[in-house]
């Protein structure tokens, strides 16, 4: 804003332009010198001579008195913005109409075109320099001389009064011409210099800038494939979901089944009591003893069921034993049999009609609750179902997870391990195993069963945030004792520290400080062998990536574990 009000006080009235070799009037109004010499040329006719701002007028053609110091102003304007200066720079003698300068006169304060260069030329021997519409950096502050010397001592620029006299006397001085070409010769060796790392920079841009499009095209690729992945997920998931609905249907059609026909048998059995029910019920209003025997014979017996007979043998009708017709067959018992014997006989075929009836109940009620649904053979199916869904997955995406159990012959001495080899614990206390070649024995440190030479591997692991520990990856030709042993501390091992006051990336005795959530007791560690890269996450919501390890793997790499003052890490399954 400022900028733009300087210029326009800075306009001539008559162009609006910028001032060209600005003139003043007596009346102090400034003009461009080719300006105001077209305006008074034109006023020579008539004689009569005016101001083109105030119209004060001249009874003669009015004397142009150079403004100096506007000059300068327009100058160090021009300066901020060097390309307007070439184009704004004229020859200061054609006044008729604007020719651009060739060169200019520092003793003069002129700039010139081809033709009046060369009357210029012809009757003087002045410094010339490159077109300029200011002069008052090409002139000595001091002494007002045209700046001729260089004095490299104080890095300034001198005329001749400059270099007998004042502080610069006595210095040992260059000629401008020479001076800038010394320094043309370092710049350009600057710039050859410069050249390559700014070629360097911009290929490198080229090639981040090509990175990036690779990261866009990647990513978008990805969104692809997890978009096809989440699609067969879904199918799988739909498949899951159909095996287990078929298979609780196929169990309560089943089971629906059998309780069905217990049901008919129970419904029959319930029929056979309510006749039996009925005949005890007609029986209770016999008042013939004789009768009343006989009667009990017939009830106790169950329809269609054969029984001995005693004496001959022979049966009776219905009429003879006084039974209406329809009723059950009639025994026919000797004669000599009496009454007690027969009491006593019916009594037991009663009683053991009564426990068939029972037992027969009993059993159909242990078998009614003896089948039920099965859940174990529903989750046994979900989990094979969701089982092939996570393996298909890990597929999809090439990372394997490992079973990592805990090496019980590296463990060291003061180290818990938990039955499953899962765990590891700092107990303090000796655990009296045997001594190995392999077991750590200055720290509690611990190595797993398995190793990696190849692949991308995925697994995480739980810390019990009490104590520090560390987890990591190491070479099985790590040290067992001594201080290169611990995990970190020597070339073989790679290591994420967590402790209460800080959490670190450790390797080779390189200290990394980390920025970790304190609250989150979950880790998750990715390998990728040929790549080379061994990457830590902190499994908070969301999941953050706390830093990554770069090396040329030249060993089997196994998981350890150090744990330390009651520290617990967990390998989680």
Request: hydrophobic share 30%.
């Amino acid at each position: 804003m400022a900028s733009a009000e300087l210029r326009d006080e800075l306009n001539c009235s008559i162009c609006l332009s910028l001032y060209t070799d600005p003139v003043s009037l007596r009346c102090g109004h400034n003009f461009c010198r080719w300006c105001i010499v077209s305006v008074l040329d034109a006023q020579e006719a008539d004689g009569v001579y005016s101001c083109p701002d105030c119209r004060a007028e001249y009874p003669e053609r009015p004397a142009l008195e150079k403004n100096r110091k506007l000059s300068n102003i327009v100058e160090r304007f021009l300066s901020t913005q060097p390309d307007m200066e070439k184009i704004r720079t004229f020859c200061s003698y054609c006044t008729k109409s604007p020719v651009p300068a060739v060169r200019s006169c520092l003793q003069c304060e002129n700039s010139l075109c081809d033709d009046h260069l060369t009357v210029h030329n012809q009757t003087m021997d002045h410094v010339l320099s490159e077109p300029t519409s200011s002069f008052g950096n090409k002139k000595c502050s001091i002494h007002k001389k045209v700046l001729e010397y260089y004095c490299p001592q104080d890095a300034a620029c001198l005329c001749v009064s400059c270099c007998l006299v004042g502080k610069h006397r006595g210095h040992q001085v260059e000629l401008l011409d020479e001076a800038s070409e010394k320094k043309k010769k370092k710049l350009k060796k600057y710039l050859d210099e410069v050249n390559p790392q700014r070629a360097e920079i911009n290929a490198r841009i080229q090639r981040l800038h090509n990175h990036k499009e690779t990261i866009h095209e990647k990513a978008s690729e990805k969104r692809k494939n997890m978009n096809k992945l989440f699609i067969n997920i879904k199918e799988q998931l739909e498949i899951a979901e159909k095996k287990v609905l078929s298979e609780i249907s196929r169990q309560e059609i089943k089971i629906v089944s059998q309780i069905d026909d217990l049901m008919k048998k129970m419904e029959i059995k319930e029929d056979e009591l309510s006749r039996m029910l009925h005949h005890v019920e007609e029986m209770c209003r016999i008042t013939d003893p004789i009768r009343l025997l006989q009667e009990s014979d017939i009830t106790v017996c169950s329809p269609g069921e054969d029984e001995d007979t005693g004496g001959d043998g022979g049966q009776m009708n219905s009429e003879e034993v006084g039974l209406v017709p329809g009723q059950a067959e009639v025994h026919v018992f000797d004669n000599e049999t009496d009454s007690k014997t027969i009491l006593q006989e019916s009594d037991q075929r009663a009683s053991l009609s009564d426990k068939s009836v029972v037992t027969e109940e009993a059993a159909v009620s242990d078998d009614e609750m003896a089948d039920d649904l099965k859940d174990v053979l529903i989750s046994s199916i979900l989990h094979r179902s969701m089982k092939d869904v996570v393996t298909y997955v890990t597929s999809e995406l090439g990372v394997h997870v490992p079973d990592i159990l805990l090496d019980v012959d590296t463990a060291d001495p003061d180290m818990g391990l938990s039955e499953d080899l899962r765990t590891a614990t700092d107990l303090d206390i000796n655990q009296g195993r045997p001594e190995s070649s392999g077991r750590f024995q200055e720290y509690c440190q611990v190595l797993s069963r398995c190793s990696f030479s190849s692949g991308r591997h995925y697994w995480e692991v739980e810390w019990n945030q009490a104590g520090d520990c560390g987890i990591g990856m190491s070479y099985p030709s790590i040290e067992r004792n001594g201080h290169k042993s611990s995990i970190g501390n020597n070339d073989k091992s790679w290591c994420l520290f967590l402790s209460e006051k800080r959490h670190l990336a450790l390797h080779n005795s390189v200290k990394i400080i980390l920025d970790v959530n304190p609250t989150c007791p979950t880790f998750g560690v990715f390998l990728d062998y040929e790549a080379g890269r061994l990457s830590f996450y902190e499994l908070c919501d969301p999941i953050r990536h706390l830093h990554t390890f770069r090396a040329s793997f030249t060993e089997p790499l196994h998981v350890i574990l150090y744990v330390f003052n009651r520290a617990s890490v967990k390998i989680r399954s």
